[in-house]
T-cell receptor
């Protein structure tokens, strides 16, 4: 499976600032996915990032708040802009890969970036 | 509308016993996939097991098996011979066709020694 390096692993941020999360994959992938996991909650898809085109955002997420870059097939960034305490979450990068056991396309995830906004 | 429902916020199981984590789903698609993921306390998400809508046999992967009841739209995860390391959050997820992966609310499993 693909190996994903995500950083920072955690950060404490001040209200009103912005933070960029980086996601590096050890192989070329078409799509990269960004998820948010609020405290004690499930995963919610923020956007899908394709190389060479604008990211596709899910309902409730906008580019001004969560700008995404996808400069090549192995790298993406997610910026959380003008942060407020409500943005305190784990942000996860993921890619799709073929599971040889089941034959299905499954998601593999980075270790996550745990953001706390004060 | 919620597509994936996990009704058990928390479950406890004695070490070495089996446990079933419930998952029901809602879809009108004929082609879909059901997945289970495990999230450790560190936040790491790991894929466990997959069941396709057209698969007639229940999926199994080591100590994990998926009890797939298509008419009831349920895809329960069964963990046999629980180990202390199984303590984690477990998420059921579904993908309809080539759509995005959607996750349930999760179940926190605690294995007691």
């Amino acid at each position: 499976s693909a190996v994903i390096s995500q950083k920072p692993s955690r950060d404490i941020c001040q209200r009103g600032t912005s933070l960029t999360i980086q996601c590096q994959v050890d192989s070329q992938v078409t799509m990269m996915f960004w998820y948010r996991q609020q405290p004690g909650q499930s995963l919610t898809l923020i956007a899908t990032a394709n190389q060479g085109s604008e990211a596709t955002y899910e309902s409730g997420f906008v580019i001004d708040k969560f700008p995404i870059s996808r400069p090549n097939l192995t790298f993406s960034t997610l910026t959380v802009s003008n942060m407020s305490p409500e943005d305190s979450s784990i942000y996860l990068c993921s890619v799709e890969w073929g599971d040889y056991r089941s034959g299905a396309n499954v998601l593999t995830f980075g270790a996550g970036s745990r953001l706390t906004v004060l | 509308a919620q597509k994936i429902t996990q009704t058990q916020p928390g479950m406890f199981v004695q070490e070495k016993e089996a446990v079933t984590l419930d998952c029901t789903y809602d879809t009108s698609d004929q082609s879909y996939g059901l997945f289970w993921y495990k999230q450790s306390s560190s936040g790491e998400m790991i894929f466990l097991i997959y069941q396709g809508s057209y698969d007639e046999q229940n999926a199994t992967e080591g100590r994990y098996s998926l009890n797939f009841q298509k008419a009831r739209k349920s895809a329960n995860l069964v963990i046999s011979a629980s180990q202390l390391g199984d303590s984690a959050m477990y998420f059921c997820a579904m993908r309809e066709g080539f759509g995005d992966m959607r996750f349930g609310a999760g179940t926190r499993l605690t294995v007691k020694p």
